[in-house]
């Protein structure tokens, strides 16, 4: 009797260690064919975020992983295809805005050149009736030759403005920058009756890449200067404020609704009648500073203007 219980006991140990070694081989199989795929899967899908998408799930087999797998991988595709679109679409719009910005600025440059050219002309006109006298054809073709470095320097700015170029950071003189866009819009102040105040310290200067930064500079001011339609007043300081170099931009025009400061910034957001801007001046303006490590600000009251204030690191070039 004692030796079947024995023998049943040693059957039921040997059973049961036979189905513990095959469910472990079951669990092992398992693992190979669903629970490792589903691990890399989560693997991959961790590493996606932000800007990463260069992931891939291998593909194995036609089950419902496999299938998985394919549909995660097509995702990511669509999703880098999406974000180069969007890549193409913000340069697109950047350039536009840049742009208009240069009509702007081409109005200077043939507001300028006038006062030059009609020099010119009358100097033709002079030569023309006294020809034959040396001393004379030389002193005009002195102020030729003046008024012709007058106009060529006032294009050589515009072009430089112009020109898109890598970004190069540089050390700028704040209060020389800011004359220099000025000058540009200065025919545009005077027509509507705005007066233009420089009180940036001299000595002032910030590490930035020049054409960036006459882009805000010019955005600013086409923004004041529209802002002020029955004249005004604009006015520019630019100091040192502990470790923090800040640059303001104040005017007397029509100033922002409390209700539209928190969106002044975004994207397409303009106050001003169809046709007369797309709303990407102050956004461009925003994402510029902040690629600088800048902030910024603005404060303003509707029917008494606004105070648009940049605020810059001290430090190294970005």
């Known amino acids: 009797m004692e030796r079947e219980i024995v023998a049943t006991v040693k059957k039921i140990v040997i059973l049961t260690i036979f189905l513990?070694?095959?469910?472990?081989?079951v669990i092992l199989l398992l693992s190979r064919r669903f629970i490792s795929p589903i691990t890399q899967l989560a693997a991959t899908m961790e590493k996606t975020g932000g800007d990463y998408l260069d992931v891939k799930v291998d593909v194995k087999g036609?089950?419902?992983l496999a299938i998985l797998g394919e549909r995660f991988n097509r995702m990511i595709e669509r999703i880098k295809q999406a974000n180069?679109?969007?890549k193409r679409t913000h340069e697109k719009l950047v350039q536009s805005e840049k742009l208009a910005s240069i009509?702007?600025?081409a109005a200077g440059v043939a507001h300028e050149i006038n006062n030059p050219l009609g020099g010119l002309f009358n100097c033709l006109h002079m030569l023309r009736q006294n020809i034959d006298n040396h001393e004379f054809r030389q002193r005009y073709l002195d102020f030729i030759k003046e008024g012709?470095?007058?106009i060529e320097n006032i294009v050589n700015r515009l072009l430089y403005m112009a020109r898109k170029d890598e970004h190069k950071t540089a050390v700028i003189n704040v209060r020389d920058?800011?004359?220099n866009v000025y000058s540009f819009v200065d025919y545009k102040a005077k027509e509507g009756r705005v007066s233009f105040v420089n009180e940036i310290e001299n000595s002032l200067s910030i590490i930035i890449d020049p054409h960036d930064f006459q882009q805000v500079v010019l955005n600013l001011f086409i923004n004041a200067i529209q802002s002020m339609e029955d004249g005004g007043s604009l006015k520019v300081r630019g100091y040192r404020e502990d470790s923090k170099i800040k640059v303001e931009f104040?005017?007397?025009?029509s100033g922002i609704a409390h209700e539209n400061l928190g969106r002044i910034f975004d994207p397409f957001f303009t106050t001003k009648p169809p046709g007369?801007?797309?709303g990407l001046g102050l956004w461009l303006t925003y994402e510029i500073i902040r690629s600088y490590d800048g902030k910024i600000s603005v404060e303003s009251e509707a029917g008494k203007g606004s105070t648009f204030t940049l605020t810059f690191p001290t430090g190294d070039p970005v």
């Open 148 to 150: 012709l470095e007058k």
């Open 276 to 278: 007369e801007g797309q």
């Open 20 to 25: 513990i070694a095959a469910g472990f081989g």
């Open 250 to 253: 104040s005017d007397t025009g």
């Open 103 to 105: 009509g702007i600025l």
């Open 177 to 179: 920058s800011v004359e």
């Open 62 to 64: 036609h089950d419902e």
């Open 84 to 86: 180069e679109e969007l």
